[in-house]
């Protein structure tokens, strides 16, 4: 069974993620602050870490840090702290992910089961419409097996709609993960290189544009 450590010091938080998260089969270890959550994870093993930024005795960066520097175990900052300097430090430092609170429950189960698919699934390449992306290798290849090239960025950017597939990702996320740094509101440079992408794989129906928010990559869930 997936095992998830949530560190939350907010009871009414921390108990709504147990209860979800248990209901969807998923073991949960909760700690309510930093001191705890690092003797947690000095006694057991995790597939994922949900982990507040504002915790007492051990801040949740400091965690973080060290999380980073002893394990490979992929960690969602789940934080009231929001603003986009935050959210950049938080992904600068190792998160996979960073969801603000408040936070609609659903958007935390998807958040888990994306980052989850990501790092579990032993099969790291995704195939649809003939074309097969190994994200391993950072390689993509058309349904001829001939390699279609992609920049570095236009390789991240697919990446991460591939693992969010059938998620709206917002144009701040996707800039934000992919680039590094602060999204300033111009939305072409990412725009182009989502058109680019489009156009190097064919898939214009595929890589949707969600109005007034960002983008989605739709793969419907019965594909063959």
């Known amino acids: 069974m997936i095992r998830i450590l949530t560190v939350e010091d907010d009871s009414a938080i921390s108990n709504l993620i147990y209860m979800t998260l248990t209901a969807e089969n998923y073991h ?16 057991d093993e995790y597939d994922l870490i949900l982990l507040d930024l504002m915790l007492p005795k051990i801040s949740g960066y400091e965690l973080l840090e060290i999380i980073r520097r002893t394990t490979s175990t992929p960690v969602i900052v789940i934080s009231a702290m929001n603003q986009v300097s935050d959210r950049i430090r938080g992904l600068k430092m190792g998160a996979d992910d960073y969801l603000c609170k408040p936070f609609q429950i659903g958007e935390l189960v998807a958040r888990v089961e994306s980052v989850l698919r990501r790092t579990i699934k032993e099969s790291n390449t995704f195939s649809y419409l003939g074309v097969t992306v190994d994200i391993d290798s950072r390689r993509v290849f058309d349904p001829n097996n001939m390699e279609i090239l992609l920049t570095t960025k236009e390789f991240d950017l697919l990446e991460a709609l591939i693992r969010n597939k059938n998620i709206a990702l917002t144009r701040e996320h996707l800039y934000e993960s992919v680039w590094k740094e602060e999204y300033l509101g111009n939305t072409r440079t990412l725009d182009n290189h989502i058109q680019r992408i489009r156009k190097k794989l064919g898939w214009d129906d595929v890589i949707q544009t969600v109005f007034r928010i960002g983008y989605r990559l739709y793969v419907p869930e019965n594909r063959s």
Not at 28 to 36: F, K
Not at 38 to 43: C, G, V
């Open 28 to 43: 949960c270890t909760v700690a309510n602050d930093g001191e705890e959550g690092l003797r947690a994870l000095d006694y």
